[in-house]
């Protein structure tokens, strides 16, 4: 038998990468079905978290937000072709035979079917997404029974610095220039809580809102404690100005926080 020495290094290596996949597989495998399931055919992929079955619906995948592709005048974000290949990739494994386990909240406001997708293997397909970097965890209820398994394939994947992870694509609040999802980090100046919900004044043009509808996912009481301390956060960002003119003093830029999992209490 002939044997071959491996350096060193190249087996840590070699042992890193293989726990890395390891990890996110295990998530991907750990984000099991909670209800009951429906047989679908995909007949494309429209990009790295909608596709479109052969029955016509469009389906936005829960828990990820993928890069996305040029449109409306701005350009391809970066990792928003890999996302689309990959979950293409991933379709075809399973011939394009699909499990579909729609939400809670079954269509969004563009009238797409919002719903899990899990391949012949039983592994959730975002989770795989987010596994390798190829999107961001999101969570909106009532559409949230998967997030925590999706949320540990993305700590994976941001660990090893995989997809979008690789360039921390973590804003500061003074670089915020267009609307659209954002991850953002700052500091709270003054926190408010009125009819509208709990609002976070950054030191900077943001201010964050978590509206009654979702308080009652948060700690409220430990939320209204925060001035002063700095988080991550991630969302939609609305330009207020867009409505009218921003009264002065008053941020321009808004994000609405739909879960306690898109946000992130830093030291």
């Known amino acids: 038998m002939l044997l071959v020495a491996v350096p060193r290094k190249a087996s840590l290596v070699g042992a890193f990468f293989m726990s890395v996949v390891s990890a996110f597989a295990g998530a991907a495998e750990a984000c099991r079905p909670t209800g009951a399931l429906q047989n679908v055919e995909v007949a494309r992929v429209v990009d790295g978290d909608t596709v479109r079955l052969r029955d016509g619906r469009s389906v936005r995948l829960i828990g990820i937000n993928a890069p996305e592709l040029a449109h409306n005048g701005r350009t391809t974000e970066p990792f928003a072709e890999a996302a689309k290949q990959r979950l293409q990739a991933l379709v075809s494994a399973s011939d394009g035979r699909l499990a579909l386990q729609p939400g809670r909240q079954a269509r969004d406001h563009y ?60 804003l500061s609040l003074d670089r915020l220039a267009q609307s659209g999802f954002a991850v953002v980090r700052g500091r709270v100046l003054e926190v408010e809580r009125n009819r509208g919900g709990i609002w976070l004044e950054m030191d900077g043009p943001l201010v964050l809102r978590i509206e009654p509808k979702v308080l009652k996912a948060f700690d409220a009481k430990r939320v209204m404690q925060m001035a002063g301390r700095s988080l991550e956060v991630r969302g939609w960002v609305v330009d207020r100005s867009r409505r009218g003119a921003v009264p002065a003093g008053k941020a321009r830029w808004q994000m609405s926080v739909t879960d306690p999992a898109m946000l992130e209490w830093l030291p």
Not at 114 to 122: I, K, R, T, Y
Not at 130 to 142: D, Q, R, T
């Open 111 to 170: 009238g797409r079917t919002l719903a899990h997708l899990f391949d012949a293997s039983g592994a959730n397909l975002e989770a795989r997404l987010l596994g390798e970097g190829l999107g961001y965890l999101v969570a909106v209820a009532p559409n949230t029974e998967l997030t925590a398994c999706q949320q540990a394939a993305e700590r994976a994947a941001r660990s090893a610095n995989l997809g979008v992870w690789k360039r921390s694509p973590v």
